[in-house]
């Protein structure tokens, strides 16, 4: 390989990981759509940010309350119905009910499907039941736009409002604790079996696992009339022509201290290995 051919693909590289770092941010806005059974024409929307849905809207958490999913099981029954084992700490979340999202632009009815869709385009589909009349062990499904006190262990989120709370704005089951025997509020494996059709849930490497339904970075909900008749599997790109937020512009995103390390590790790697050529 030539010097010229490997510094174009150093210089690759840095850029897949630079376009990488760019869009591995926090949300502070979301944009909700009801979409006509045609699957394409969009019967109303709106973009609002969080500061908003704190004024305007029902506040989900008290910021101290830890909320949990649980993520695979490897050892004995996978669906672990006492909830022993391999929960995942979200924090100490606030956030708004999906249901009052999809009341902005008309709500949705029995046969919809809502889509709660990432930044990066995983999404997961739920039935309107799960959204507007949720099991009480499931609970609410919230969009979380603030953390008042970090995991205990495992990923960290940051603490505050997005985007210090760097992995929001995340989706998190505001679950209660009537299935588990420390009263911790904890969206189990069981749960979902019992909660979710099995459409909606999700699983690790054939074991299920709530950790996955619990999306960071969201930017879109859609409410489907009728159903969502696509590609549950694939990724779905962003629809087009967002309005305005409804508030102010939030202020500039700043990338999470941890993607900021890995950015500039790249690019002092780039440097000495073109001093190398």
Not at 23 to 46: E, F, G, N
Not at 65 to 80: A, L
Not at 90 to 116: F, N, P, Q
Request: glycine share 10%.
């Amino acid at each position: 390989m030539t010097q010229h051919l490997k510094k174009a693909t150093l210089l690759v590289l840095l850029l897949l990981l630079t376009a990488g770092v760019v869009h591995a941010a926090p949300t502070t806005s979301v944009y909700v759509a009801k979409i006509a059974p045609d699957q394409t024409t969009i019967l109303d929307d709106t973009m609002i940010d969080y500061q908003w849905m704190e004024a305007h809207l029902p506040v989900l958490g008290d910021g101290e309350t830890r909320y949990y999913h649980q993520g695979p099981v490897f050892d004995g029954d996978k669906w672990d119905p006492e909830e022993t084992t391999n929960f995942k700490d979200r924090g100490a979340v606030k956030g708004t009910d999906v249901r009052d999202l999809c009341d902005l632009v008309g709500g949705a009815e029995s046969g919809d499907d809502i889509m709660i869709r990432a930044t990066d385009g995983y999404h997961v589909v739920y039935p309107y039941a799960n959204v507007y009349t949720p099991d009480p062990r499931q609970g609410p499904i919230g969009i979380c736009w603030y953390n008042g006190a970090d995991s205990g262990a495992g990923e960290r989120q940051g603490t505050g409002y997005v985007p210090d709370y760097y992995m929001g704005m995340r989706v998190v089951f505001f679950a209660d604790n009537s299935t588990n025997d420390e009263g911790l509020h904890v969206y189990g494996n069981y749960d979902m079996h019992e909660t979710l059709p099995d459409s909606a849930q999700h699983f690790y490497d054939l074991l299920p696992s709530t950790s996955g339904l619990s999306i960071k970075w969201v930017d879109e909900i859609r409410i489907y009339q009728g159903g969502f008749t696509g590609d549950r599997g694939s990724l779905a790109s962003s629809l087009i022509e967002k309005p305005v937020p409804k508030a102010a512009t939030p202020a500039p995103t700043e990338a999470p201290l941890s993607m900021i390390v890995v950015f500039g590790g790249a690019c002092i790697g780039l440097c000495i290995a073109l001093r190398r050529t």
